[in-house]
């Protein structure tokens, strides 16, 4: 091996000994980590985060809160997404999955439930929310069927920033207050 440091080596043309080749080099890999360090920094996607007293929904008939009185339960099963940056945005896709129930009391084959996402900053300051629907369908006597939704999403970024891990994105149910308070008595 030192022998081959030891020689003149031809690097475009021109000869080089290995002292000239070692600080070319040098040279070149000091310009890349120069490069580097001013590249502006790409971080991972914005963190998917579910609420916790959003991620379940029950919906009851009537004024009844007994199991014979359930007409559907619904909730969050799984979710992901990837994304993209560029100099002005964020390119997010999210796919979220839910598992819906018929309950007992139910006389429907569509079962029905709204839910939401929403974009949110590092200091919690809502920038974009969506208010969705979903359907699922229990006909042929089904009592149990998934619902998955891919859901795209852009965030315009601030001049020079190009991190996405500054925003969250927050998703859960829309339920009325008794169906919150529900929740938040079974955890």
Same mark, same amino acid.
């Given at each position: 091996?030192?022998?081959?440091?030891?020689?003149?080596?031809?690097?475009?043309?021109?000869?080089?000994? #290995?002292?000239?080749?070692?600080?070319?080099?040098?040279?070149?890999?000091?310009?890349?980590?120069?490069?580097?360090?001013?590249?502006?920094?790409?971080?991972?996607?914005?963190?998917?985060?579910?609420?916790?007293?959003?991620?379940?929904?029950?919906?009851?008939?009537?004024?009844?809160?007994?199991?014979?009185?359930?007409?559907?339960? #619904?909730?969050?099963?799984?979710?992901?997404? $990837?994304?993209?940056?560029?100099?002005?945005?964020? $390119?997010?896709?999210?796919?979220?999955?839910?598992?819906?129930?018929?309950?007992? @009391?139910?006389?429907?084959?569509?079962?029905?439930? @709204?839910?939401?996402? @929403?974009?949110?900053?590092?200091?919690?300051?809502?920038?974009?929310? @969506?208010?969705?629907?979903?359907?699922?369908?229990?006909?042929?006597?089904?009592?149990?069927?998934?619902?998955?939704?891919?859901?795209?999403?852009?965030?315009?970024?601030?001049?020079?920033?190009?991190?996405?891990?500054?925003?969250?994105?927050?998703?859960?149910? $829309?339920?009325?207050?008794?169906?919150?308070?529900?929740?938040?008595?079974?955890?």
């Amino acid at each position: 091996m030192a022998r081959w440091f030891s020689k003149v080596v031809s690097f475009a043309g021109h000869a080089l000994n #290995a002292r000239a080749l070692l600080t070319l080099l040098a040279l070149a890999t000091a310009g890349v980590l120069a490069a580097c360090e001013t590249a502006p920094t790409i971080a991972r996607c914005p963190e998917l985060r579910l609420l916790g007293d959003a991620e379940s929904i029950t919906r009851f008939q009537g004024d009844g809160r007994d199991i014979t009185d359930v007409v559907l339960e #619904a909730e969050f099963t799984r979710s992901r997404g $990837e994304c993209t940056v560029d100099s002005e945005t964020i $390119e997010l896709t999210v796919v979220i999955e839910i598992l819906a129930r018929r309950g007992p @009391a139910s006389q429907e084959t569509i079962g029905q439930f @709204a839910y939401f996402v @929403a974009v949110v900053d590092r200091d919690r300051t809502v920038l974009q929310r @969506a208010s969705l629907r979903g359907a699922v369908d229990f006909s042929g006597n089904r009592s149990r069927v998934p619902y998955i939704k891919d859901i795209n999403i852009s965030i315009p970024l601030p001049t020079g920033d190009r991190r996405a891990d500054s925003y969250t994105i927050l998703f859960g149910f $829309e339920m009325t207050p008794a169906e919150l308070e529900y929740n938040r008595r079974q955890s």
